[in-house]
Structures are given as structure tokens and as C-alpha cells.
């Protein structure tokens, strides 16, 4: 396996520029996921990681070596893509023999290489078949096992799951996890899905618009994030915000929303007296308590089996409590809610955290 190494990569094409000088170090045997939304570069540096699409300006390195003129063969690496790419010709134990027969790869070595990523991937009883009588999961895993019987540098996975139902999703995720575990790979894994980052992830790269807002572990970010934007992105149901404007003086501090309702916090450094701010605190943190500082109007209430989660409005802004107590299945009207300060996190007028 390898370490990898991205300086100052920039993408652009024609006069677009889509990504804007990313640096990022994957240590050897890491699990790194690339998470953001549609259209934020992540496809795109992995795909520049991988060799098929240029480098406008910056280098990468595999291994210590520079690759940015590298054809992807030559790069060693190994790449599941969402489409599974598989030849409808061809049987299980082909498709996943292929590079191996191009390399002139001796058979019994080819299928030494071929049973052991069979039986890791639960393959064994399926290497006769071809992909037509295969499930999504099961061509997901063949797609898989072709990458692992290559034996490469790294893995590179390009939201493999995104064509799978739910419940296969939830399945592939366990079974890339182990695949991991077992392998030690370093691998790089892009997704649109945070549920999936926060779950396979040593550590998050968190991207906007070609940009690197974050990189830490999975817990880093749900704890700590470093702008509004990571806040909002990371966590199922996203984190609420309060918009107002920061006041401090005699040692105290408040946010204070636009009808002069003040939500007392501790004194934030970075933070302008006067100037925007916003208050920002996870669902599961907000307490519904009968004698809470805050009355808030119930707006929607959806069930989700595991909990519950609760719609509401304060003063005329919108945010949500999730919570495990059914007894709010047939809400009153309006609620008592506290905002208990150690759960808080707040942002200066350009977005960012402010500690």
C-alpha cells in the first residue's frame, strides 16, 4: 500500500476553475472519504488521484512518486466506480481475473488471487455466473473483488453505492468496512451520502464548491465544525441555526434575534459586538423541559420509529428536536425548550466557528 500526496491541486476547465488549490496527505493504509455536494470537486480530484482527467496545476504523489503524467495504469491503483463496469460476456471469475490475464499473470497464481477475494466477499457460489443473474449488491462486491485481487497501492471508490436501495447500501457499507479492515488498503471513497462518511471514515475531507472546508475524523467534524456550512452538511437531521447579532459586555454575552429575544451564551473571542451571528445547536441537544426559558409553536411532527422528530418555531425561525420520548407523538400546541450552552455552537458574521 501507499501514502498519498495532493500539493496545491487546481482543476479548470476553460475559464471555469473547479477546484482551488487542494492540499491533503493520505497516510498509508488510511480510509479517507471526500463528502460534499453535487458539483463540489470531489468526483473530480479523485478522478485526477486516478489518472483520467489532467491536472491544471499542482502535483500528486503515490508512493513518493510524482504521477501527474502517469497514465492511470501505470499509476497502481484500483477503482470502483458506481456503474460497476462489469463485461456482460464474461463470468464472475473472468471479470475479476481480467487484469490479471492482461498482466500474463500465471493461472494458478490468478486463481489463488481470484478464490481468496472470493471468499473474503462471500463470491464463492456466484464465480460461474455472469452479471445478468447477479443482484445490484452482488455486482457491487464482484466490482469490488476485481480491485482486490489486483492487489494495487490504493482504492479508489467513486459513490459505489449510489445505485443500491437502502437496505443494500446499509449492507455494502459494513462489507467495505471489513473489506478495509481486512486489507488494510489505503483508500480514498467519494460520497454525496454523510451518513456513509461519518460511518467508513478515518478522517473526512469536507468540500464546497472546489474548496476543502475541513479534514478530521468523523467525530471532529460533528463536534467541532469549523464552518457553517460543515455544520449544516454533517449530522441526519442537520443542525439548526438561529440568526441573530452578537452582544457582550460585564462578562456576559447573548445572541440576539431579530425581535430582540436574547439567547444567552458565554462570551465568544472573534465575535464583533453588533455584528451578525449565528447560534447553531443539534436536534438531540435541544431539551423539551416543562419549565425551559424558550416557548416554541409545534409545527410538524414526524415519526421515525428510532425517534422522533419534532418541527418547531421560535420567534419565527424554524428548528427541529429529535427525541426518543413517544409521549410527544400528540403534542400541545407550544413547548418549552432550553438550549443548554455546552451544546452550542456559534458563527461570526462570515461563517465561521467561533470559540
Not at 52 to 69: F, P, R, W, Y
Not at 118 to 132: F, H, I, N, Y
Not at 335 to 355: S, Y
Request: contains cysteine; hydrophobic residues 40%; aromatic residues 6%.
Amino acid at each position: 500500500m501507499a501514502s498519498i500526496d495532493v500539493q496545491g491541486v487546481r482543476k479548470n476547465y476553460g475559464d471555469v476553475e473547479v477546484l482551488h488549490g487542494v492540499d491533503l496527505t493520505i497516510r498509508d493504509g488510511e480510509f479517507i472519504v471526500l463528502v460534499g455536494p453535487s458539483g463540489c470537486g470531489k468526483s473530480t480530484l479523485l478522478r485526477m488521484i486516478a489518472g483520467l482527467e489532467e491536472v491544471t496545476g499542482g502535483d500528486i504523489h503515490i508512493a513518493g512518486k510524482h504521477v501527474n503524467h502517469l497514465a492511470p495504469k501505470d499509476r497502481d491503483i484500483a477503482m470502483v466506480f458506481q456503474s460497476y463496469a462489469l463485461y456482460p460476456h464474461m463470468s464472475v471469475a473472468d471479470n475479476m481475473s481480467y487484469s490479471l490475464r492482461l498482466r500474463k499473470t500465471p493461472k494458478e497464481k490468478i486463481a489463488s488471487a481470484v478464490g481468496a477475494a472470493a471468499a473474503k466477499l462471500g463470491l464463492d457460489p456466484l464465480l460461474e455466473r455472469r452479471p445478468k443473474a447477479l443482484s445490484g449488491g452482488q455486482r457491487q462486491r464482484v466490482a469490488m473483488g476485481r480491485a482486490i485481487v489486483r492487489q494495487p497501492k490504493a482504492f479508489l471508490f467513486d459513490e459505489p453505492l449510489s445505485n443500491l436501495d437502502a437496505r443494500l447500501r446499509e449492507q455494502m457499507r459494513a462489507e467495505i468496512k471489513k473489506m478495509h479492515g481486512d486489507l488494510g488498503a489505503t483508500s480514498i471513497y467519494v460520497t454525496h451520502d454523510q451518513i456513509e462518511a461519518m460511518t467508513l471514515a478515518d478522517r473526512i475531507v469536507a468540500m464546497h464548491a472546489g474548496v476543502v472546508q475541513q479534514i478530521g475524523s468523523p467525530l471532529d467534524l460533528y463536534d467541532r465544525p469549523a464552518n457553517l456550512f460543515v455544520a449544516g452538511f454533517i449530522g441526519s437531521p442537520g443542525m439548526n441555526f438561529l440568526e441573530g447579532t452578537y452582544h457582550s459586555g460585564d462578562g456576559k454575552a447573548d445572541i440576539r434575534l431579530s425581535d430582540g429575544t436574547a439567547i444567552p451564551i458565554r462570551p465568544r473571542e472573534g465575535l464583533r459586538d453588533g455584528y451578525a451571528a449565528t447560534l447553531g445547536i443539534r436536534p438531540e441537544h435541544v431539551e423539551l423541559k416543562e419549565d425551559g426559558s424558550w416557548q416554541a409553536d409545534v409545527e410538524l411532527v414526524e415519526p421515525t420509529g428510532l425517534g422522533i422528530i419534532l418541527h418547531l418555531s421560535i420567534h419565527g425561525q424554524s428548528f427541529k428536536i429529535f427525541t426518543a420520548d413517544r409521549a410527544v407523538l400528540s403534542p400541545p400546541p407550544s413547548l418549552q425548550v432550553n438550549f443548554p450552552e455546552e451544546h452550542l455552537h456559534v458563527f461570526d458574521e462570515d461563517g465561521n466557528r467561533a470559540d
